[in-house]
């Protein structure tokens, strides 16, 4: 569809002004880029354009002016909005102190048929949509649209609580199409009425302006659990600012302090205290606009908030409309991880020993680490590795190193250290070596006890090794078997036993079980010490 805009009855709005300022408005002779006229009492009255401001009177405003307005539009509701019945726009009131009216800002509605068009295929998915975006630049427009399109083929009800989206008046503006609409008397009601409309009125889709207070996100949340879908607008311009709203974060899942155990915060390389995702995510897709033909798709909240916690950078899929109407997609991709963020701490670098930056760029081929692939990839030898022991016994540290045969290097200074060894009670209690390593970015590993067995564990891990007597690990078995264990719990089974492994091969598989957000503990003595997965 060819974009089309109509500007929603201008001439109707011009008439509650005063003749000259009308006058004025006209003069400009640019009626489709007019956003809002602002009149406040004792300044010269302004027309916004999207580019540019112009005034419209020579002298100021004066308190009749103001009267004179507000008496040729509708009764101004709690939240201060008032409009001009069957059209779509929107007078919003300043009061002082008294409640008398001292300014007025007049925004324009115009009904714009096929800007949704960019995102036509994602409204009619039926997935959860929430729209992000400054003021003035569409938010609300799109909306409507939406709610239009998706009319024409299943039950959509509009929730209007300024009626902004369907217009003033008790008959809906004809921009909504078959949406019936659902007005709202006081603006601190709106989520009973999203609650009702849901319970009363049997919709297949539910359209919301302007979420912003938490009841109506938990409202949103409670709609969503129903089955039906949503698709909103919400304050706020990016994933970001959404995710550090307090009022807000529940509708991408919210974010809450996670205090992991030893294996798990090693497994990830993070601290033992972590942000992660509260819940599910209510919004399936976020939509951040940036322009007006311009948007910021995440197509999946959930993994975006995740890798946002993680300290890894997706990038979104971008659309945009050229000058002649043609849509673009760059299409989503995985960007870089950051090695270091504040908010988690990164206590190792990289997920299997300290390789060169050549080597790291290596295993991250096209940007996407491999251990977050899905399946299990081959471990990159390592070369020698500078060990700094605190509180592990030197001679056993050596002793081990030799036994397995690894080329460690046992140092006494931390800052020649390629990575720091500790024990748990060290690691908990926070000695300053450890704050130390972290503040130069070196990897920790901790160990619970001051055993030869753990410090072989720990050898083995950080110079990916297979196995101790020297057998290659068949990663296409782990990886099958794993995935079968997986599935079956999935579909219902108790918990699943994999077959008894090496430390190694447990450690690969804990990885994949985490990766299927399943939960995985290791049972029995070596070496006859195997996995079980667990649902919950």
Known sequence: MTQHRITDDLPGLLAVLPKDYAEAIKSVNH???????????????????????????????????????????????????????????????????????????????????????????????????????????????????????????IRVVIVDTSNEIGGDGDVPHPAVGRARRMQVAQPSLQHEVMIEAVENHNPEVIVIDEIGRELEAAAARTIAERGVQLVATAHGRTLENLLLNPTLSDLIGGIESVTLSDEEARRRGTQKTVLERRAPPTFDVLVEIQERDRLVIHLDVATSVDNMLRGFLLEPEVRYR??????????????????????????????????????????????????????????????????????????????????????????????????????????????????????????????????????????????????????QIDLKHINENTHEAIEAVRNGQRWVDLPSASSRVRRLQHELVRQANLISHSYGREPNRHVRIFRE
């Open 322 to 471: 050229d000058k002649g109407g043609q849509i673009h997609i760059k299409k989503q991709k995985q960007s870089n991880p950051k090695h270091q963020r504040t908010s988690q701490g990164l206590r190792r670098s990289f997920p299997n020993g300290p390789e060169k930056n050549k080597k790291r760029s290596a295993k991250r081929k096209n940007g996407v680490d491999h251990e977050k692939s899905g399946d299990l990839q081959p471990s990159i030898p390592v070369g020698k590795i500078s060990i700094f022991p605190y509180g592990v016994a030197r001679n056993r540290l050596e002793q081990s190193a030799k036994r397995l045969g690894v080329p460690a290097k046992i140092v006494k200074d931390l800052n020649q250290a390629d990575v720091l060894m500790t024990l748990k009670s060290y690691y908990r209690n926070q000695q300053k070596p450890v704050l130390d390593a972290e503040e130069l970015g070196l990897p920790i590993f901790v160990l619970r006890s001051n055993t030869n067995t753990q410090i072989e564990q720990v050898l083995i891990e950080l110079f990916n090794l297979t196995e101790i007597s020297g057998d």
């Open 31 to 153: 009626a489709d880029d007019l956003l809002e006229i602002v009149i406040d009492l004792g300044r010269i009255p302004i027309a916004r354009f999207i580019d540019r401001e112009v005034s419209i009177a020579e002298k100021e405003a004066t308190l009749d002016e103001i009267k004179e307005v507000v008496s040729r539009v509708g009764e101004f509701d709690a939240d201060n909005r008032a409009g001009i019945e069957r059209t779509l726009h929107r007078i919003s009131a300043m009061r002082n102190k008294r409640g008398t009216v001292v300014g007025l800002t007049c925004r324009i509605g115009r009904a714009v048929y096929g800007t949704i068009d960019i995102i036509e295929d994602i409204v009619e998915s039926g997935k959860n949509i929430l729209l992000l975006g400054r003021p003035g630049i569409g938010k609300t427009t799109m909306l409507r649209e939406a709610a239009r399109i998706l009319a024409e083929k």
